[in-house]
């Protein structure tokens, strides 16, 4: 089976932390579409990195390791 990852690229360095109204109910929307895609196995995980991680937390890995 073939993986791909995708990386959201923010549009600012803070937008986490200066969301506008708008854009956290986008964020939301985009949030709660990928987590109907997971309960059905369409994807394998996904989720926040954030704090300027450039790396996947542990169960991240362990999960992609499938």
């Given at each position: 089976?073939t ?10 360095s803070?937008?986490?932390q ?5 854009e956290?109910?986008?964020?939301k929307?985009h ?7 997971a309960e059905?196995g ?10 300027g991680c450039?790396?996947?937390?542990e169960r991240?890995k ?5």
């Amino acid at each position: 089976m073939t993986y791909f990852l995708c990386k959201m690229i923010l549009l600012r360095s803070d937008f986490a932390q200066t969301m506008t109204d708008a854009e956290k109910n986008i964020m939301k929307a985009h949030g709660d579409y990928l987590q109907s895609l997971a309960e059905v196995g369409s994807i394998v995980c996904h989720g926040k990195v954030g704090g300027g991680c450039r790396s996947f937390p542990e169960r991240t890995k362990r999960r992609l390791s499938v």
